[in-house]
């Protein structure tokens, strides 16, 4: 195991430490190897609503489990509340399993619990893990790049706030390139509209993965100007992620993973 930077003052007594995990988007193969190995020392496991159930499965029994959320409009815990229970159980003595869906430093907010932990001077090491984007676009048959269609490609959150979006779109709308937005479900429509604009072609193709990379991943394949419409037409459910880029059109010939297409 790497050791890590010892952030702890000289005369406080440091036994407990954090992991910072990512968990990845939903396969548990996909859990790295790093990850797996530190689940089989923890003592807690402090997890969240996008942690797949199935690595879960994988702790041993003694581990003591803590779910801390989120729901999209409902947090079980507020962040500072997160926080500070890390800290708290690291203080214990407890080696701390922080895991997270995807990866904890992107849109995970690993940054955040980790800048509560160096103030409290507790020790933490943090494992990435394999984001939505990747995830969910591997799964897809969609490549984020193509030498022919996409030399970028931009992650970005869809999250609304006060009903509003308040992105660069004029960045966002840039030919040759790829943006994935995550927690763009109840956005959809908005940025649909908002690319278009801002100078996107209305036929621009668009992917909306639901549960990626597990058994129940659909993939719903529209344009910017249809995409509402098909979502209006079905139930789908967060998690999703939406992928705009002329790659989506590489998934009729690309696609391997078993699953549903809309
Ligand atoms: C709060 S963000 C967390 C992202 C995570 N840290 C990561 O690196 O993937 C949650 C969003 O990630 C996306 N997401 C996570 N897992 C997903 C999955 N299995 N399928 C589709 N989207 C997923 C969805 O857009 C969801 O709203």
């Known amino acids: 195991m790497i050791e890590t930077l010892d952030v702890v003052g000289n005369n406080q007594p440091q036994i407990g430490k954090v992991f910072l995990v990512g968990a990845g988007p939903g396969d548990p193969e996909l859990l790295t190897l790093k990850a797996l190995l530190l689940m089989k020392q923890a003592d807690v496991v402090v997890y969240d609503r996008l942690t797949p159930l199935v690595i879960l499965d994988l702790l041993e029994p003694r581990v003591e489990r803590i779910f801390v959320g989120k729901e999209p409009?409902?947090?079980?815990?507020?962040?500072?509340?997160?926080?500070?229970?890390?800290?708290?159980?690291?203080?214990?003595?407890?080696?701390?399993l922080r895991l997270k869906g995807g990866d904890p430093f992107i849109f995970g907010r690993g940054g955040e619990e980790i800048e509560t932990l160096i103030a409290a001077g507790v020790n933490f090491q943090v494992v990435p893990g394999v984001t939505a984007a990747a995830g969910c676009a591997a799964y897809a048959g969609i490549p984020l790049t193509h030498r022919d269609y996409a030399q970028a490609c931009v992650f970005v959150t869809g999250h609304l706030k006060d009903g509003n979006l308040d992105l660069n779109w004029d960045v966002l709308a840039q030919p040759r390139q790829?943006?994935?937005?995550?927690?763009?479900?109840?956005?959809?429509?908005?940025?649909?509209?908002?690319?278009?604009?801002?100078?996107?072609?209305?036929?621009?193709?668009?992917?909306l993965v639901e549960q990626g990379t597990t058994p129940e991943q659909k993939v719903?394949?529209?344009?910017?100007?249809?995409?509402?419409?098909?979502?209006?037409?079905?139930?789908?459910?967060?998690?999703?992620?939406?992928?705009?880029?002329?790659?989506?059109?590489?998934?009729?010939?690309?696609?391997?993973?078993?699953?549903n297409t809309c």
Not at 181 to 207: D, N, Q, T
Request: aromatic share 6%; hydrophobic share 45%.
């Open 73 to 96: 409009e409902h947090h079980t815990l507020p962040q500072d509340k997160i926080n500070q229970l890390l800290v708290s159980l690291a203080r214990q003595g407890k080696q701390v």
């Open 178 to 207: 790829t943006v994935v937005f995550y927690m763009g479900l109840r956005s959809v429509h908005h940025i649909c509209k908002k690319l278009c604009e801002h100078g996107v072609a209305g036929s621009m193709p668009v992917a």
């Open 220 to 259: 719903y394949c529209a344009t910017l100007d249809t995409l509402s419409a098909v979502l209006h037409k079905s139930d789908i459910h967060s998690p999703a992620l939406l992928i705009v880029g002329e790659v989506v059109n590489l998934r009729s010939r690309l696609a391997w993973f078993k699953t």
